[in-house]
């Protein structure tokens, strides 16, 4: 920090008799040493302003602010404090145990309970990974842990006063020993099918090499994707003579077959082009009676809906190895969370595709009542990407799909439902896929989720490092309008990642041309 920031009164709270700021403060920079000890320092008590908040990025040492009782950390034990013991989600700390996980060393020596509590919530994201991952940092943490108990920075005082380490490591153990036993090798394989809507003129699916490794990360699991994760590309723009889609078939199995378990193409040919609704259904029609455990869908451009790509990557690799919790049945991946019902825009809120969308609903479910999308009724993410459970899939009878595969592709029935009256193909319609764009919201009800779909944070179903990932600006500023608590507020958007730490630069970085 500046010089100029320094000067009376200082920080009153230090202060009692004869110990003030002439006692203690002078001579600058470092005042008189007899007056620092524990969290009395110079940096703290001295600050023209005291209220004003401490940027800790401008000190090299942020031990020399205080310890435990700055404010950093007393929010952080309070926000990490209601996660383990009420389940309570937080935007601002799903932000926070990452930079203090990152400072570990610093943050340590300023205030070990803090640090502690960081790294139990870094085990917590990463609980899934394989042992050559978790096992060393799991030792990291115990013997930090012994050491700050050792010489005193630890005490039974930190746990009376808050702090969740007892509950932390509870729930970290918990969570590496929930391990499905039916997914523990030897098994029966591929655990997972990647379903890709895919039409092959001119999309790049280079990303699919992430499933082994991602070029930011050291993680390989390429060992593990080739044992549990097939490859289904399900076409849709699949050339007329059967030679062509024979020789187009060759070349994606050739491509991709020393990355998955299997590569299977099926190409999906429709009345009138519908893009994922008959792709998704169709694999669904095909595989019914023989799903694995569960079913990844996506489009070929799914970095494009989902930005932050490790979410995809790790979802797949913890639901693959038998670690995604049994409650999560289905986990919708993409970014862009809408709501019909326009918060803060009552009065001018419109849905002009409410017929339209009303007269598939009522096709596709079978259902004489509809929701009302205007009244929060029905709201989630859009661009269906998205894990589901085979128990999930099985909760509608396979006719359930026939009939929607049939009236989204087999026939031209789903645009026919855009019109009040009459069999209408009009043009735009057409070339948007419009009654599949409009069906987007459907797909989570399908497979048993509430109407209300939540945001991925805000399931306690999910485990961390779903929550904390793809994390749009709107919910972001939901949570400084309180929608989160009152803990919430100070989500900050901030510049932590910059060059190629980004994420434009990872995402291009998934699409380097690679050595031939």
């Given at each position: ?239 007329e003579s059967e030679e062509e889609r024979e020789e187009e078939s060759w070349r994606l199995q050739k491509e991709w077959s020393n ?173 948007g896929r419009t009654p599949c764009q409009l069906a987007m919201y459907f797909w989570h009800v399908m497979f048993g989720e509430d ?66």
């Open positions: 920090m500046m010089a100029s920031e320094y000067g009376p009164p200082g920080d009153p709270t230090c202060w009692l008799g004869n110990i003030n700021f002439a006692t203690c403060c002078l001579p600058p920079p470092r005042g008189n040493d007899y007056c620092w000890e524990g969290g009395f320092t110079y940096e703290r008590c001295c600050r023209k302003n005291p209220l004003e908040p401490v940027d800790i990025n401008k000190v090299a040492e942020i031990a020399e602010l205080g310890g435990c009782e700055l404010n950093i950390f007393q929010e952080f034990k309070e926000r990490a404090g209601a996660w383990y013991r009420h389940a309570v989600p937080n935007l601002v700390l799903f932000q926070e145990f990452g930079y203090i996980s990152r400072r570990f060393d610093s943050m340590y020596r300023s205030c070990a309970p803090a640090a502690l509590t960081a790294l139990l919530l870094k085990l917590e994201s990463i609980y899934f990974e394989e042992e050559a991952i978790w096992a060393p940092l799991y030792a990291h943490y115990a013997e930090q842990h012994h050491q700050a108990v050792a010489s005193g920075d630890l005490l039974q005082s930190h746990h009376l006063n808050g702090w969740p380490l007892v509950e932390g490591l509870k729930q970290v153990n918990a969570l590496r020993a929930s391990r499905d036993p039916e997914l523990v090798p030897p098994l029966r394989a591929p655990v997972l099918d990647i379903v890709l809507c895919y039409c092959g003129r001119g999309e790049r699916i280079d990303w699919l090499r992430g499933f082994h490794q991602l070029p930011w990360r050291s993680e390989n699991r390429s060992a593990s994707t080739r044992a549990r994760v097939a490859l289904r590309f399900y076409h849709k723009c699949g050339a990355y998955f378990h299997m590569v299977e193409v099926r190409y999906v040919d429709d009345q009138v082009r519908a893009d994922d609704c008959s792709a998704y259904l169709a694999y669904i029609v095909d595989r019914y009676d023989d799903l694995p455990d569960f079913a990844v869908f996506l489009h070929a451009d799914a970095p494009e809906h989902i930005p932050s790509v490790d979410l995809l990557m790790d979802a797949v690799f913890a639901a693959s190895r038998g670690f995604l919790p049994r409650d999560a049945g289905f986990v919708h991946l993409a970014h862009n969370y809408v709501r019909h019902d326009c918060p803060g825009n009552a009065t001018g809120c419109k849905d002009p595709d409410g017929p339209e969308v009303a007269r598939l609903w009522r096709r596709v479910f079978h259902s004489s009542i509809v929701p009302e999308r205007l009244h929060g009724d029905l709201n989630g993410y859009c661009c269906v990407q998205f894990l589901v459970r085979r128990e999930r899939v099985r909760l509608r009878k396979k006719q359930f799909y026939v009939d929607a595969l049939d009236f989204f592709g087999e026939t031209a029935e789903s645009y026919y439902e855009l019109f009040a009256a009459g069999k209408v193909l009009w043009p735009p319609d057409t070339r109407l209300w779909l939540p945001r991925r944070h805000r399931d306690p179903r999910l485990p961390l490092f779903i929550r904390m990932l793809n994390i749009e600006a709107e919910a972001a500023l939901e949570a400084q309008r309180g929608e989160d608590g009152v803990g919430g507020r100070v989500i900050q958007f901030t510049g932590d990642n910059t060059g190629a730490e980004d994420t434009y630069y990872r995402l291009q970085s998934l699409f380097a041309e690679t050595a031939a």
